[in-house]
């Protein structure tokens, strides 16, 4: 006797882009736009959200390894907003060079 079970495995999101413009500003001044766009997935409705994550003085561009996660207990991190079917926010952006902007998506599954 053989059994067999289905398995249904949702993949995630993909090929999606996080865009910032104006590229660059005034902290606490200029309002930013971001966007996220062009994620793929059949499992819709999507859901956005955005953070921003400053280097320390110690971490190098060419290595450092952006998180999964935001850490809220960490001050480098800042979560920008809740999760939202938006895939675009206005926000004004604190101090930081270099200031990452991460953007993560969710499908409804």
Known sequence: TV?????????????????CSPSNGTQLLTEFTLTQSGWQDDDTPLHYRFASLLLNDT???????????VDVNDPNHQLLGPWSVSHTMRTKLR??????IIGWVGDSH
Not at 59 to 69: G, R, V
Not at 95 to 100: A, E, Q
């Open 59 to 69: 971490d190098s561009q060419a290595t450092y390894q952006l998180p999964a996660t």
């Open 95 to 100: 101090s930081g060079d270099p200031l990452f």
């Open 3 to 19: 059994d067999s079970n289905e398995m249904y495995v949702n993949a995630p999101p993909a090929l999606g882009v996080v865009t």
